[in-house]
């Protein structure tokens, strides 16, 4: 006898999108997500194209539809830990870390004033400071805070609990364990960007004006460290010459062998941000630039700037002067003459890596590169499975819930 109960192992877009489809079918569903709050790398980004609309345009009608739905039940700061038994009947036993605010927090802030001591911020990547008590981003859900209590002193703890005026801070909070028995199992574990530390002939992650692409897009969001102002690092000051650096690790088999799918469309969006908030000069280095589809016309029109320099070559190296301006070396393809040229700040287009590689997965069978594979009663769904847009995301995780409810029904 199949259980009708399906679990979604990862709150990000596609994530969310199989739990609602299945859920609004009348099955149960249990999302289960490390961060704090559902919405995965979306929530994160400035705007996704090709409409450049904020995350919370798309998340908070999915939000939403979660709040009235009783068949969703959300399951954060968790990780499943082992899954055992065959289709239509799994075991499955998630550890639950604790948050230390409970269901009464109205996210009023006034633990977070209570204090004293910052970190870096997870959220923006680094590119900001977050305190002991914090709120990732202003449009979060679950809309509560969350109590770094590892990095938080006596003190401090004590501070943050007086603060609160609905009781809602429970520092006696404790890890949970949390059996769930289901019939079927999506894995919507997502992407992270590829480790910028193996680039050392970019920088490695060490040079003052030298971001990430996923660095820029919080810099350039309205709820970022910045407050959307596009900034170099070392010194606050406006870039008036910037460069985006191509395969920044994919196409490489010394980093990742596949082409991540998004990053041409992300910088050309990135060289958007820019051109909007400022008079700079821009210059893309690429191999190739890939805009599948109708994503053409999007390229086509940010072409058009007069301000917007292609550069067809390959990036050998990049180097930092004195003031910490980076120093590009790259080889043009076309005219085959090398040079070197300085620059206010430079993003990599660093590639899209599975959130799953290097790991052992307790859920599913990954393929050489990290990426989820199907198996009986065990679907992969969005980045998990493959790179994709945020559209495309969606698609499957509409695809991964017809798959689960067909395991579940005995088809």
Request: hydrophobic share 40%; glycine share 10%; aromatic share 8%.
């Amino acid at each position: 006898m199949s259980n009708n109960s399906i679990l979604v192992v990862g709150g990000g877009f596609a994530g969310i999108t199989a739990a609602l489809e299945a859920a609004e079918i009348g099955y149960e569903v249990y999302i289960v997500e490390t961060n704090p709050y559902l919405g995965g790398r979306v929530a994160q980004l400035n705007q996704y194209f090709p409409k450049l609309c904020p995350p919370s345009c798309g998340l908070e009608i999915q939000f939403q539809r979660i709040k009235n739905n009783p068949n969703v039940k959300v399951i954060t700061m968790a990780s499943v830990e082992s899954v055992s038994g065959t289709k239509g009947n799994y075991d499955v036993k998630i550890t639950q870390r604790p948050r230390y605010v409970n269901e009464k927090c109205t996210a009023c802030g006034e633990c977070e004033k209570a204090t004293a001591s910052t970190v870096e911020s997870e959220f923006d990547f680094g590119t900001g400071k977050r305190g002991m008590a914090y709120k990732t981003h202003p449009f979060m859900f679950p809309m509560r805070y969350v109590v770094d209590a590892e990095n938080a002193s006596e003190g401090e703890l004590s501070a943050i609990k007086a603060a609160c005026p609905y009781d809602a801070v429970d520092l006696d909070d404790t890890s949970k364990a949390i059996d769930l028995n289901v019939g079927a199992i999506v894995v919507a574990t997502g992407w992270k960007p590829y480790d910028v530390s193996n680039l050392t002939n970019l920088g490695g992650g060490t040079l003052k004006n030298v971001v990430t692409n996923m660095q820029f897009e919080r810099l350039a969001a309205p709820n970022g460290p910045t407050g959307g102002q596009i900034a170099r690092p070392s010194d606050g000051m406006e870039p008036k010459k910037i460069a985006f650096v191509q395969c920044a690790g994919s196409r490489d088999q010394n980093h990742l062998n596949y082409c991540s799918y998004i990053c041409c469309m992300a910088s050309l969006k990135h060289v958007r941000y820019v051109r909007k908030r400022s008079d700079a000069n821009v210059t893309v280095f690429y191999i190739d630039l890939r805009t599948p589809g109708r994503y053409d016309k999007f390229k086509v029109a940010t072409e058009a700037d007069d301000k917007l320099s292609l550069v067809k070559g390959k990036v050998a190296a990049i180097v930092e002067d004195a003031a910490g301006n980076p120093i590009v070396t790259v080889e043009n393809a076309l005219t085959g003459i090398k040079s070197e040229e300085k620059f206010d700040m430079v993003v990599l287009a660093t590639g899209m890596e599975p959130s799953t590689a290097g790991l052992t997965a307790p859920v599913g069978s990954m393929d050489a590169d990290g990426f989820v594979m199907d198996g009986e009663g065990i679907i992969a769904a969005g980045c998990a499975k493959q790179p994709l847009d945020v559209m495309k995301t969606a698609q499957s995780g509409t695809a991964a819930a017809m798959k689960a409810i067909q395991t579940v029904v005995g088809r």
